[in-house]
Structure formats: C-alpha cells, structure tokens
C-alpha cells in the first residue's frame, strides 16, 4: 500500500513546536497589543504605525461594507438567442399601416428590444422615406396606456372565459359587424371572411378618418395609384399629397424626382396648388392660390370646361393652370382632396381627358378603401337597434367619426347587445364595449399588406409581446373556431402567391419585408364607362354656396389621423406641424386681414359653430389661409388616449358634414370670441426671412436656365486684394483632416418640410420631450429643426423709398398668401465653431474627423456656446427631463423601466445643467468605421448616413465622407460650388460641414407674393 | 504735510479734532445698534432669504427655473454679473487710482467704497456660479492637476479669463481693504471694553502697536497695493466686456466694448457710493467727513463717465452704419425701435440724459437730487446690460430662433436677495467695522482744523457734535495714532 505524500503548509508545521500547535488552535491571530514602543525593547509591542495600519485598514474595511451596492436586473442570457449579440443591433423588416399612410420599414433591435424604424431602401413603394408618423410609432409599443390584459366592462378577464363569453354571444348575435379602418392586409381579410362565414349575417364595414370615400366612387370602387413623378403639370384642389393625403411618402419621392434640378436636367415640374388651409403641398406648390372649400367645385368645374370643351377661365391663375395642364397632355395631372363624390368625378373625367399618364386604375392603391355611406348606415342601423353584436377592430368611431356621439349614445343605452373591442387600449369607443380583446402592437405581430395592387409585404413579430394581448386575427380565429394560428394562416395564403420552392421565397420575403405580387383580384374595368360627369355638374352647380366663414378640417402632418399610436405619442405630439410650427393641440387658423378685423390676437380663444355642435379654441394666425375661411385639425380633443394625449385641443370631426353620401370636410360656422386665452407652443415666432440672403437662398428655374452661377448670392469681404470669399482671411488655423471629413449636403430644392428627419434624430439621439408649457417656454429640445420662413411683401429693397425703420417693421409681416421655404436647420459642424472658442472647460471640440464634438461629462453649463452659435442649434437641459416629476407625463418614455427600452443605448440620456446637441450620429459613424475595419476596408459612401438623412423622404439630405471625392456629397459640392452650394452665414467665416443646395421655384417672379 | 491751498473747501467740516474723528467714528462700533439699523438689518436679512428660497430653487431643480430659453442663454444672470461687478469698480477707483493721484477728499469715503467694492464682488460672484447648470462642478474651471486624463481649461475662452480677472480682483481689493483697516480695528481695539470685542479686535488687528515702522509698512504696502490695483480697475471690466466683444452675436461683436464698459462701471459705481454714503452719513451722524464737497466731486466724477458711456453708445450706431453689416445694423435698430425699446429708452433716458443735469450746480450740490440720480444711473446701468444682453440674443442671426425673454419669479428672486446680500453684509460692515478711515481723515485734518472754524458748511442748521476741549491739537503730525482713546 502506497502512503500519500503528506505537504506542510510550512516549516513551522513541520516542526509542529508548541507555539504552532497553540496558534493553529485559535480561530484569529492574536490581537495586536497597541503601545508606545518608540526606545522600548519590548518586541512583542505594535509600534503606532501598525496601529494606525490598522484602524485604516478597520475604516476602510467598515466603510466599504456600509456602502450598498445598487440592484440593477440585468440579467443574462442563458442561453443566447441566435441572432442576438449584445451591443450589436439586428434589422429586421417590417411594416407600418394604421389606417393611414404605409410604411415599409426596417426595425433596428437591441437585445430584442425595437428602438427605431428606417426606412426599407428595398420597397418599391416608399423607396426607403419614411414618414413622422411612421417613425414614432415604436414609442407607442412602448406606450404604458396600452390595455395590458383581456377585459370586460374594464376589468381584467380571463382569455378562455373571454373567448367563451363572446363565441356564446356571437352564436345568438344574429346581425354582426366588424367595424375597422381601411385594412390593406389580404389575409386579415380572409380572416374576416372566414369569421363571416361561421357567423352568418356578418358584414365588414370600414371607414376612413380621412375618407377617399368620393375618390372611390367616382373611380368604380378603387382608388387610383398615382406616380407624381410621371406628372410635369400638378393641378391640386386641396389634395396635401406631401403631407397627409393617401401616401405621401411614396408620393414625395416621386413629386421630388420631379423637382431635382441640375446643370444637366434644367426641368422641374409646375406645381399648382388651390387650397384654403395652407398645407405641406400648397407651401411647397409653385403658384398657391387660396380658394374658399365652396369654390374648389367651380374652380374645377372651369378646368374641365377647359380641357373638355376649350372654355376658358376667368380668373388669370385658375386659365394659367389650366393651358398649362393642356399643353402638358398626358403629362399633366389634377388631384382633389375633396371626398366629395362630384367633385372627384370631374377631376377623374380631366385626368381620362388628358390621359394622365400619373393616374393607374390597373394597379390600384388599396390604402383607402373606406365606404362614408356603408358607415352611416351602420351606424344608423346600431341607433336603431338592429345589429347584434359589433366588433370594433382599431376603430374608434364614438371619437373619429362625425356621427360618434350618436354611436356612443346608442353603445351606452344597450342598443347593441354584445361590444367587443380590439383596440389596443380602452379607447373612446373601447371604453363602451362589454370585451375588449386587445391586439398587440404590429411589432409583435405577423401580418401582410398589400397597398398597392402588385406590391406585397409583410410584417414580423420583432420583440416578445409585451402585455398579455393577442393578436386580432388570432382572437378573430379563435372565436370563428379556427384552430390554425395566423402565423399558419398567414403562410398559408402566402403558398398561393409566391412560387418556387415557397420556404425560400418565404423567407426572402419576410428578410426583405416586401415581395412582388398580389393577393387581391383584379379591379373591374372601369375606365370612362360609369362616369356621371352630367350629374357631377348638376351636384357641383346645386352645393350649397354659404355666405359666411367657411370651415376647413384638415390633418395635421405630426397627429394624423388622430389614431390612438399617434395621439398618445409624445414624439408626435411634440412634432412642429410643418406649417404653423405649433405643437400640443389644434387651433383655429385664420386669415390675418380677418383676425385684425375681429381684433383678434393669436391665442384669443373662438367658439366655432356649426350643425348645433361648437369647438372652442385658439386663434392662430395664418398667412395664406383663403379669405372666408378658418381650418381646424382634426384628431384632437381625445379623453382615452392615455395621459399624453388626453385633453389637448377639441374635437372638431362633428362639425363635418355628409353630403352625396360622402363625409365633407368642410362646412359653413359661426364664430364668437370668448375672451379667454390660450397660447399655442409654437417651436417659431417669428416667420419671415428678413430678406436674409446670407440664411437662405432661393431663385427661379427661369433665372437659373440663364444662368446656374447667378442663382446664389455670395457673400465677399473687402480685403486690400478687392473683394474676396470670407474664408480668405482667417485668425484661425485650419484643421487638417487625414482621414475622414464629413459633410452634409442639403438640397432645399428635394426638402418639402415634413419632418420626418426631427422624429428621425429624436429616436435615435434619445432626445427628449418637454412638453406643452416648456415649448411655449421655447425650452424644446429638438437637435434638428425645421425652419420654415413666409415672404414678406416688403424688401430690403423698399428701403430707400419707405425708410429703414418702416421696412424692418414691414418685413416682419409675413405676405396675405406668402411663398413658403423650408430650411432644416442642425448642428454645421463648423470648423472655424464660435462654440468650441468659447467654453471654459473644453467640453465642446473639434474633432479630427471634422465633427464638432459635445462632451457631456465635461460640460459645467455656461451657455456661451449657445448664445455664440449663429445657428442657435444648441439645446441645454434646463431640468432632469429623466426624473423630474414635471416631464414625467409627457416623457414618460424616461422614466419607467417599459419606456426606457426605447431608449437607443449608444446614446447617452443627458443630464440635467449639460449642453447638447447634434452629433452628426457619431455612434452611426463609429459603427460603420468599426465594420468597416472588421473587413479591412474603407468604409464605402452610403454605409454610414445620419438618421435624418436615412430617414427623408425625398433624400434632401445627403451625408457623406468629403474627402472620399467619389462620395455623392462629394460629387454634389464639386458640381453645385459656385452655383446653388451655400454656407449658412457664409460671411461669419465658420466655415460649416453643411452645404445648403439653393432652392429652385418653377415660377415666375411675377407670381411672388400672388 | 503738503501744502495746501486756502481757498480750497475743507475736506472735513465742522472742526472736528483728532479726539472727535476718533469718537464720531467708533461711535457706531460701540453703541449699541439703533433701530433704524435694526429695520435695515431686517429688511436686508428678509431679501437673503429671498435670496436662498431662489438659489435652492434653482438648484435643486435646474436653470429651468429661470425664465431663459433655447436662444436666450443669459440674461439676468449675466446682466446682475455686470451690474454687481460695475459697481465694485468704484472701491479700487477711490482708494488706489485717487491715492496715486493724491486725492484727499477720498480719505473718508474710501473705507465704505472699498467694502462696497467687495461686497459687490461678492454678489456679482455668485452669478457666474448659480448660472452654471452643474454649479457643484465649477471648480473646472480652475488649471489644476487633474486625474480626468489630459484635461485642461481652454484659453481662449473669455470666461476663463474672467475667472482669474474677478479672483485677482477680489484678493486684491480684499487685501487693500483690510490693510486700511489694521490700524483702525487697532483703535477700536485699544478702546474696547467688552471681553469678546477686545480678543476679536485684537485678532483683527494683527498685533498693530502703531510704531513709526508700522506706519511706514503701512504707507509702502498702500502703496504697492494702489500700484497693482490700479491696472485691476481697467482689466476687470475690460475682460468681462470680452465675454460679450469676442464672440460673434451682432451687438456684441464691438472693439469699443473695454473702455466703454469701464467708463459704465466706474459710473454705476460712483452711483452706487453716492447711494450708500448719503444714507450712512445720515444714519451715523457722519455729515462733517463726508461733505457736501464729497458729493459734488463724485457727482462730476459722475458725469464724466456717464458721458463717456453716451458717446460710446452713439458710437455704436455710428460704426453699424457705417460698417455696412446687415446683422449689426439690424441689431441697434431692434435695440431701438424692436420689442425690447423701452429697455433700450430706459437706458438711454437714465444714462445719458441724466448725469447731464449734473452740469447745474444746484443740482450738483443738491443731496435729495443727487439720491435721486445716483439711483436712476444705478437702474439705467442694469438696463445697459440688459439691453446688451438680452436685446442682442434675442434676435440674432436666424429668425427662426428669435424670441422674447421674460423673467421668471426666481430670476427676480436672485436678483433681489443679492441686494439683500449686499445690505446684510453692508450693514454689518458699518456696525462693526469703522466706516471712515480714521487715521487717514486725521491725515487731512490738519489743513480741516487751521481753517475749519471759518466754515459753516452749506446748512446752518447740521448737527455739529461738540469739538473736545480736553485734548489738544498735535502741532504737525500728518498722521498721529491717537493711542490714549
């Protein structure tokens, strides 16, 4: 037998003396004996020293175990998900419809969690652009307002007894209805169908908030799909095509195709807009002429005399319109905004007679598919007592619909036995239903989508649902007593549109988002066959003409349709409206000559009235608002959005009117003063240009055919050589850059102002919200702006003739119907920055890459850069918007653990007392070099763009590396310097990273100030 | 003992003798505190709490509080910095550059004017402070060793440069202050009889024995300190007008920004001195040392500079016209005829205007009119730096940005309790500390007493404290510690 080797921990256990046996019997050593030993001889003493080690040592220890370490859940991957690497964003595609405008998007992830949408480059219908709107939704996924459970009369339910209770109810219901908005998805329409079949007497009626009831009509039941860029005359009759009307993201891209110009292509297309409210559209139109809702019937009335019959108009802008649109022939397109079914019979009839080669009925958009008449009835019938049961599927009528306080009368006296909801949230008309099933977000969701006839695409579920909701067409089949899944369902009805081998091509198609394809019959050949022009006269002739001030309801570009994923969006809410630049509510917009007759003063509050039924609300003045007229928007005034959307501004939906079965969007008021007050957060006050050259420019195609190089105004300094670029002489040394540059090109002639790249830069850079009360405080935080700037009638050129001080004061006013330029306005990364000469502590510098760079860390909060930057682009934290229980409402997103995910975590959440401001997406720009280097290569131009840039519609801005002279911006300098390239306050030598693109108006100047 | 005219007005009235300077002096340090002090004190200490509701507010919630916003970065902060900071200039003017010049007639204001001058700094401190938005981390913008990494403070930012112009300028005048004071706390010192006024006295004091040594420590270090002071009094408002001259906001962006704003603080700080010496000299019976004289010289002094300023604001038109930029221009028309005019007429009206009435010399010797106009360029200065503030920001180069400020309750809040601040310690400094510089004014006594009994003063009906008939007049000491009272 082996003996195992025995180890000493020591000599002394070795020779295990006494001592050692003692000592290795006691737990501790012995207690160090505290004494004076300083001349003693007695070693077994601790001198002071060791003492003194030793009650450090007893402090520290003490200290160290009394500090408590915070609990953060952070909680690791078991098992990693395949695709998830953390610090590492997955893209996953996917789409946005609400009802309103569609969106194909990208969905960036982070551990899972969606944090913002880009644009899908690989759609064929919005080409990458994505709207505002679209773009704010991933907050409202996080949005705490979302009905977390199934319930019943609002209290929590069980899912199986829910299901039991409504297929019970069903069963007996005899007439059901499913009532939704327009939905554009194939499947959920055989789901609908499906359900239809098992519970017989269903009918599926949807309605628009913003119906194209009349377009549908008057086009044989299908909506036209319209390509702008195919059109080189655009007549508009109060269409917002840019802004809010059908697809306005598809249809920007296209409207601006048509509106680049360059010293190659010297064409534009000619934009006539006629319109009451001053719209998105109108303000970017070429010659905008205000016209009352009233007249917009003869105005197009006189165009198809014209085109038809060679009549001619009148009125001189109306006839130029028009010889303009017949010389354009098939080139030419008229659009309306009126849901009026006669009206857009002629406008059809026009478009047929030009043969507009912009209109396709063969391929229709689906993305109104609203019947206003189908809904009255409805409606009628459930006051009436003769529907069993009414499933509301994102449908709110009782707040969206003019006839909504009728519905929620009848849903409150039981004239409908059985309610059920599918909103996500116990919304106006949620609130009055028995069940509410709740749907989840569409980023946990599957579906398809088809908005236009052709062109397919899908929605994935990106993140786990977050709340115990479940799908609706999961409810829907569950209580039709379907076994499948949508998932199965969905892929099944794929089966039958794509072919191959379908995995492959199903895959594909949920990578790329969109697949080519239909999922929808044919439309009925209509072309000229049913088209009561006779009739639409006669109804044209016979409208009512009122007297009085009209009023027009109108979208707002931020709010939309007023759906629940927008109203309680603080992104949104807080969104500039392109044109007033007002935020948290609606107003009442009013010509300026009618106000001062009324001395009325912007933020008066009016009661408006009409059908028996009054708004009141605050004045805002509006240049370019028609004479006889006032708009208000629609989509606001909600009580059950949630606790940012509730409570701001009215509810004008029921002053709308019906008329030839079709909801009209405009109707005869009355308007009182109230002699309250209520101001409006405007983000601008002050609207015109001051006839500022240096800040932006603008010409006239016609001026810049003659000649390219005089378009733009530059700015020269008198040296002793003669006059020279300001950047000539310099104090300052100039950086060098070795190995990027990067630059920003902005063509002002591609920005129509929708401010999609403000809701862009929000979500990525974590910027915050702040809330009514702090705008009006102009305390908003926004990195990226939109200025937007109205001509005045006044000219530095009236200087001699009526006196300096009379001119400024003059040119202060905006024109009766001014020109409109947009100007986004962000951090120039100056190289020679008044901003970075300024700060005591260096917290903000220049960056060997050309980005001026902000530090949060080191910022003590002086504000002289704020105040020293010309740009005034500088945002500082006035409060923790983070913990502040003041923003806790409208920033909610900050605050509790469910918003926070949105949060992008490459961005630092600022602190309170710092300065910041636009980064040029430095993290973007990190990540796209640290790819790059991964392959070992340069980073290739277009790999690395702004959020603002991915995110515009009409690729305005354009960013890119200035020193790679293959980039577009590079090649854009190179070929627009000296002809419409700008700096902002070129003369100020700060020698920007962005060059402004002067804009280029298709007009003559005689019809400035028209 | 230099030669001095006769027919030049005496410096101090009323006959007094060395033993009197003495009393009428510490009189006030060691009576007990009367009740017009009292009420003051309580008023002053009601503002500083004022004063400290705001700055917690402030703090604790953020600049939100203020009425600021995204392009009007400063506003009151900065204009209360400036104002204060004006005001402060009067103190080193009157002690160093009047000393260099040999101005008697500064001996018994300076001691008030120096202690106003550190006051002021004191209070125009606290705003480059508060209006940080991490105020706790404002010690970055000291050069020290750090352990942040290769972090340093940036020259050429102009706020730095303020840091160690306003940091010089107090150590500086602090020191020139209680230099003075040494031999007077030595008095008081030597007169005290309570137990705690002897020890803090004597701490005060610096073991001052009053030996020929001392006196010629003390006439050196004088001295020296007006020498360095001297150069503080035109770089401190030299530099803070750089804050606004080297940046590139139009109204700012002007070469004539140092001299003009140190004409505008020697003016709002000779307003300023008038202000407080016409209250103390009537509060504590100090009407023979500060004369009626006194307040004509300083009401000229006034006038001086307020012209000064006024040609500096005409220039400011003249050179925006003529330098043909389309933003200067525009900034002094708006500065004039914009939404902030009244601001800008206030100015002009309280600045310009007024000091010109100065040239009458009923109103130069007139002590109700002179309160009146010292406080009117005192409120017309706050409007200069307000309108340069505010007025310029405002409406800048994009008018997309432009804006309208209003001040929020705590912006006044700060702004008031700073006052309060200032009078508390004023106060106290008036209580405690001998508000006239006992051994210099006996300097100047000499030439006062060889002609005093002819002079009656302006008003016959002054109450003339009664001469001391116990001590004699020393013949010919120029300044004489008066040990044995």
Known sequence: MQESPKYWKGIEELENSPEFVKNALAEFADFMPVKESHGSADATVAPRRDFLKLMGFGLAAATLASCETP??????????????????????????????????ILVKTREGRPIKFEGNPESPVTRGGLSARAQAVVLSLYDGGRLQHFAKKGAKIDKDQLDQEVRNALAGAGRVAIVSPTIISPSTKKVIAEFGARFAGTEHVMYDVDSASGLLRANGGVLPAYDFSKADVIVSFGADFLGTWLSPVEYARQYITNRKVSREKQTMSRHFQFESNMSLTGSNADVRVPLKPSEMGEAILAVYNSVVGGATSTDKRLQTAISELTRAGARGLVVSGSNDPAIQTLVTAINQRLGSAAVDVANPSMVRQGDDARMARLLTDIRNGQVGAVIFYHANPVFDHPMGADLAAALKAGKVRTTISLNDRLDETGELCTYAAPDHHFLES?????????????????????????????????????????????????KGVLGGDFNKAWDKAVHDGVAAGTASPAPVAQVGAALDVNGAINAIKSAPKPTGIELVIYEKVGIGNGSNLFANNPWLQELPDPVTKATWGNYVTVPRAYAAEQKWEQGDVVKVTANGKSVELPVLIQPGQAKGTVGIALGYGRVRAGKVGNELGENVLPLATMRNDAIIYSNAVQITPTGAKSPIAQTQTHHTIMDRKQVVQEATLKQYIKDPKEVTEYEKISTPEGLEKPNKVSLWQDYEYKNHHWGMAIDLNSCIGCGSCVIGCQAENNVAVVGKQEVINRREMHWMRIDRYYSSASHKSDFEAKGKLDTYAAMEDPSENPQVIFQPMLCQHCNHAPCETVCPVLATTHSSEGLNQMTYNRCVGTRYCANNCPYKVRRFNWFSYY?????????????????????NPEVTVRARGVMEKCSFCVQRIQLGKLEAK??????????????????????????????????????????????????????INTQPNITYLTKIRNTESSEFNA | MQHVSPVREPLVTGGKTYHDVTQDVCRQVEAAPNIRWMAALSVALLLLGVFFYSVYRTLWYGIGEWGLNKTVGWAWDITNFVWWVGIGHAGTLISAVLLLFRQKWRTSINRAAEAMTIFAVICAAMFPVLHMGRPWLAFWVFPFQNTFGSLWVNFNSPLLWDVFAISTYFSVSLVFWYTGLVPDFATIRDRAKGPIAK??????????KGSAKHWSRYETVSLILAGVSTPLVLSVHTIVSMDFATSVVPGWHTTIFPPYFVAGAIFSGFAMVLTLMLITRVVFKLEDYITIEHIALMNKIMMITGSIVGVAYITEFFIAWYSQVEFEQYAFINRATGPYWWAYWSMMTCNVITPQLVWIRRVRYSIPLTFVLSIIVNIGM????????????????????????????IDIGIYVGTIGLF???????AKFFPVINMAEVKSVLKYTVDNGPTYTGQDPHHHTPQPATTHGVPASASVNYDKHD
């Open chain 1, 446 to 494: 599957w579906n398809d989508y088809e908005p236009k006839r052709g062109s397919l695409s899908l929605a994935q579920p990106v993140i786990t649902p977050l709340f115990a909701t479940r799908q609706a067409q999961d409810s829907l089949l569950t209580w039709a007593g379907s076994p499948t899944t949508y998932y199965n369902y969905l892929r099944n009805q794929w």
């Open chain 2, 382 to 409: 706050w409007f200069e730096r307000f309108v340069i503030i505010v007025t310029s920001l405002h409406r800048d180069y994009l008018p997309s940005s432009w804006v309208m400020f209003s001040p929020s309750i």
């Open chain 1, 71 to 104: 609990i953060r859940k952070a909680i690791p991957y078991l098992n990693k998900p395949e695709e998830v690497d953390p610090g590492i964003a997955n893209f996953y595609a996917s789409t946005f419809f609400n009802g309103q405008d569609y969106n194909s």
């Open chain 1, 934 to 987: 991964k392959q070992k290569r340069r980073p290739q131009d277009g790999e690395i763009v702004s959020a603002c840039a991915q995110s515009c519609p009409t690729q305005a801005i354009v960013f890119g590396d200035m020193r790679d002279p293959n980039s577009r911006v590079s090649q854009i300098l190179r070929r627009e310097d000296g002809e419409r390239a700008f700096h902002v306050l070129d003369s």
């Open chain 2, 423 to 429: 009078f508390t310690l004023f106060l106290l400094f």
């Open chain 1, 883 to 903: 913990s502040n229980e003041k923003f806790e409402t409208v920033n909610g997103h900050m605050f509790t653990d469910l918003g926070r995910m949105v949060l």
């Open chain 2, 199 to 208: 020890v803090a006295y004597s701490l005060l004091s610096f073991g001052w």
